[in-house]
C-alpha cells in the first residue's frame, strides 16, 4: 500500500533540535512536490514548507524562516525537515505531503514537543 511514513519526533528543550524525516513506502516521491504542515492543539493546520521535485526550490512559513530547513535524497526516497531554535509554540504534530497533479498522499504524523 502507498503512503507517507514520517519519523523522528520527540522532546526537546526549548533552543534544541529535531530532524523530521518523511520516507515514501510503496511509491517512490522523486516527480512529487513534498510539503510540511503542522498542527498545534486547538489550532487548525499551518502549512510549514514546500520542497519542489530536484530540490532546487524551497520555501517557508514566516513564522519558521532561518530556522527550519526542508530537504530531500531522492536515492533514499525521503524528505527531511531539519528543526533548529525550536521555541515552545513548535509544539505540534508534523505532517507530510506529497502531491503531483491531482495524485495527493499525506502520512499519519508525528509528534514534536518542545518543553522545558
Known amino acids: 500500500q502507498a503512503q507517507l511514513v514520517e519519523s523522528g519526533g520527540g522532546l526537546v528543550q526549548p533552543g534544541g533540535s529535531l530532524r523530521l524525516s518523511c520516507a515514501g513506502s510503496?511509491?517512490?516521491?522523486?516527480?512529487?512536490?513534498v510539503n510540511w504542515y503542522r498542527q498545534a492543539p486547538g489550532k487548525e493546520r499551518e502549512f510549514v514548507a514546500p520542497i519542489n521535485p530536484t530540490g532546487a526550490w524551497t520555501n517557508y512559513a514566516d513564522s519558521v524562516q532561518g530556522r527550519f530547513t526542508i530537504s530531500r535524497d531522492n536515492f533514499k526516497n525521503t524528505v527531511y525537515l531539519q528543526m533548529t531554535s525550536l521555541r515552545t509554540e513548535d509544539t505540534a504534530v508534523y505532517y507530510c505531503q506529497a502531491e503531483r497533479g491531482h495524485s495527493v498522499s499525506w502520512g499519519q504524523g508525528t509528534q514534536g514537543t518542545v518543553s522545558s
Open positions: 510503496g511509491f517512490i516521491i522523486n516527480t512529487y512536490v
